[in-house]
């Protein structure tokens, strides 16, 4: 059928095909490579094609290597980590699927560290086994990304769009049938009607005043799918990377938390060693109490950080294993051989996002997501480190399966979707970002209380009323609106879960309470405000965890 646009606005330009990916990331770039045999494949990114939190990992990637390790063991640890939230279905697909799905992103040129053609594997924070991969010592994302950015330049049926930005999904009849874009360069708009449209816009840590996340990273996807009639999941569940560098820039460099692992020794502002009073494993505690113990000690000294001393490491370790860390220190005039380096949390990634199914179903018809901005349940209220980039590649695969089965669209939709007005969406000033950035450091923290978050969600209620609403706003007023709108759901989310669990801590509610073993999902209600339900951790017989 030959696409009847007359009575759509002519100067949206359209673009018909098979498959849109939003994000360009990890898990948007592996997910175009899988879904690319169904068709035509549309990859369309904010920024550059590289920026994304996927080229900023520096630790590795979670697999396990038999004999010593297994996929069971592996989803122990995870379990452990989730804090009695994971889904145990997921876990046992992230567990068992990640070598393959490893494996396969060598064979697409990938290259991790290996010593006479074995992988090197080490150990991070609440791993009881070395199964970290890893690339150029301590840059495994740049790694992935570039390797995942030249598979998908070289594909014939692949076409990236960088400087453009999903500003709505289209949704006729229940059915989502593509996005309205904006190309930032020209201003150009654009209506991509897709057979099938992917989400992996990433997380949210731009919401954050201090955040290891590029400024990409701030819930668009999420905020897209809500107004759309998705559901969100877990969304109070945001992690506090430890040891960012305690600096002024966005995003903060990262010390991987790998460095702990081969033996650097967390201390206060005095020179001592605290994590011991705050958990048996110490520095190797799992990444939410490692946080937590640091924002406490630096509220009991009064001190805006804590020190990260790489010393106990030997020297040609250092060099080997985290070169990029010594020269991003080195850029910036420290020497890690001579001084403790300053460090502090920074809020680094969301457990919860777009519901789905392992298949990357979000409920609405040909509307999948994966990635960080998606939520099987595979991170429960805490996610182990190394698990997201297998998340996107082991969930990003699934989701192009399930995509390349989507039937192409019917005749009477593609009729529809031409004449679909565009739906007005909210538009808040770009300055109001930097608030709503305080404002969740501030309130919607590492640690929380009720005073601060209702605080904080009437703030952002406010935000939220006040936002004025356009067909086609600018994209940073969009992004803004986009901010305000996830920001409101964490408070709300966070204020709702009345207890302590994983990376949600609250001092009115510091136990962790049976009642709350569900995950809390919330939809848009009819008056535009927030509705909450909970749904039972999925476990499987026997459990996982046995
Ligand atoms: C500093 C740092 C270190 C990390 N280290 C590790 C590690 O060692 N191991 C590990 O497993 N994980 C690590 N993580 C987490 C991991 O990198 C991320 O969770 C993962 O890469 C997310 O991949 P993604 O593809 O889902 O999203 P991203 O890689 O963030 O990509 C999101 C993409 O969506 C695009 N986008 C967003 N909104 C829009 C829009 N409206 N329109 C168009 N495009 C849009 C962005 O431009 C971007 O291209 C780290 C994260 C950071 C920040």
């Known amino acids: 059928?030959?696409?009847?646009?007359?009575?759509?606005?002519?100067?949206?330009?359209?673009?018909?095909?098979?498959?849109?990916?939003?994000?360009?990331?990890?898990?948007?770039?592996?997910?175009?490579?899988?879904?690319?045999?169904?068709?035509?494949?549309?990859?369309?990114?904010?920024?550059?094609?590289?920026?994304?939190?996927?080229?900023?990992?520096?630790?590795?990637?979670?697999?396990?290597?038999?004999?010593?390790?297994?996929?069971?063991?592996?989803?122990?640890?995870?379990?452990?980590?989730?804090?009695?939230?994971?889904?145990?279905?997921?876990?046992?697909?992230?567990?068992?699927?990640?070598?393959?799905?490893?494996?396969?992103?060598?064979?697409?040129?990938?290259?991790?560290?290996?010593?006479?053609?074995?992988?090197?594997?080490?150990?991070?924070?609440?791993?009881?086994?070395?199964?970290?991969?890893?690339?150029?010592?301590?840059?495994?994302?740049?790694?992935?990304?570039?390797?995942?950015?030249?598979?998908?330049?070289k594909h014939p049926g692949i076409t990236v769009w960088e400087f453009t930005q999903a500003l709505r999904l289209?949704?006729?009849?229940?059915?989502?049938?593509?996005?309205?874009?904006?190309?930032?360069?020209?201003?150009?708009?654009?209506?991509?009607?897709?057979?099938?449209?992917?989400?992996?816009?990433?997380?949210?840590?731009?919401?954050?005043?201090?955040?290891?996340?590029?400024?990409?990273?701030?819930?668009?996807?999420?905020?897209?799918?809500?107004?759309?009639g998705a559901t969100l999941e877990d969304m109070e569940f945001v992690q506090f990377h430890p040891t960012a560098l305690a600096c002024d820039e966005t995003p903060a460099p990262l010390l991987t938390e790998a460095i702990r692992g081969e033996g650097a020794i967390l201390l206060n502002t005095r020179g001592e060693r605290f994590l011991g009073r705050y958990h048996p494993m110490a520095e190797l505690a799992p990444r939410d109490v490692v946080s937590r113990a640091e924002f406490l000690e630096m509220e009991r000294l009064g001190a805006e950080w804590c020190l990260l001393d790489l010393r106990p490491i030997p020297r040609e370790q250092m060099v080997a294993n985290f070169p990029h860390v010594l020269q991003m220190l080195s850029e910036r005039g420290l020497d890690a051989f001579a001084q403790a380096i300053p460090v502090r949390p920074a809020a680094h990634f969301v457990m919860g996002g777009i519901a789905t199914d392992l298949d990357g179903w979000t409920g609405l018809r040909r509307l999948y997501a994966a990635g960080e901005c998606a939520c099987t349940g595979?991170?429960?209220?805490?996610?182990?480190?190394?698990?997201?980039?297998?998340?996107?590649?082991?969930?990003?695969?699934?989701?192009?399966?399930?995509?390349?089965?989507?039937?192409?669209?019917?005749e009477d939709l593609l009729a529809a979707v031409g004449k679909l007005e565009p739906a007005a969406v909210p538009a808040v000033a770009p300055a109001v970002a930097e608030q709503v950035r305080q404002l969740m450091w501030k309130r919607v923290g590492i640690v929380r209380d009720a005073e601060g978050l209702q605080a904080a969600a009437e703030e952002l209620g406010n935000l939220r009323r006040q936002a004025s609403r356009s067909p086609w706003p600018s994209c940073e007023e969009a992004e803004t609106a986009n901010m305000v709108d996830?920001?409101?759901?964490?408070?709300?989310?966070?204020?709702?879960?009345?207890?302590?669990?994983?990376?949600?801590?609250?001092?009115d509610f510091p136990e962790t309470r049976d009642q709350w073993r569900c995950h809390l999902r919330v939809r848009r209600s009819p008056d535009g405000d927030l509705e909450f339900s909970g749904r039972p951790v999925a476990l499987l017989e026997p459990s996982l965890g046995e």
Not at 382 to 406: C, D, H, I, P, T
Not at 494 to 505: D, F, I, K, N, P
């Open 378 to 410: 595979v991170h429960g209220a805490n996610r182990l480190a190394s698990n997201s980039l297998l998340e996107g590649l082991v969930f990003g695969y699934r989701a192009a399966r399930a995509a390349r089965g989507e039937p192409p669209l019917a």
């Open 1 to 153: 059928m030959v696409l009847d646009y007359t009575a759509h606005d002519s100067e949206v330009a359209i673009e018909r095909v098979r498959c849109l990916v939003i994000g360009s990331g990890a898990a948007g770039l592996w997910t175009a490579l899988h879904a690319a045999d169904g068709g035509p494949v549309l990859v369309i990114t904010k920024a550059t094609v590289t920026e994304s939190s996927t080229n900023y990992a520096q630790g590795g990637i979670a697999i396990s290597t038999p004999p010593e390790d297994s996929p069971e063991l592996h989803a122990r640890d995870t379990l452990a980590a989730g804090a009695g939230l994971c889904d145990e279905p997921a876990v046992a697909v992230l567990t068992r699927e990640g070598p393959r799905r490893v494996a396969e992103l060598m064979d697409y040129g990938a290259q991790f560290d290996q010593i006479d053609g074995q992988l090197l594997c080490r150990r991070e924070a609440a791993h009881t086994r070395s199964r970290i991969i890893h690339a150029m010592g301590d840059a495994t994302g740049a790694e992935v990304q570039r390797a995942l950015t030249e598979a998908v330049r």
């Open 486 to 507: 996830i920001a409101y759901v964490i408070a709300r989310a966070a204020l709702a879960r009345q207890e302590s669990r994983g990376a949600q801590y609250r001092t």
């Open 170 to 228: 289209l949704v006729v009849d229940g059915e989502v049938v593509g996005a309205d874009a904006v190309r930032t360069a020209t201003g150009e708009r654009v209506r991509i009607v897709a057979d099938v449209t992917v989400l992996a816009t990433g997380g949210v840590g731009a919401l954050y005043k201090v955040t290891t996340n590029p400024l990409v990273a701030n819930g668009d996807g999420m905020a897209l799918a809500l107004r759309a």
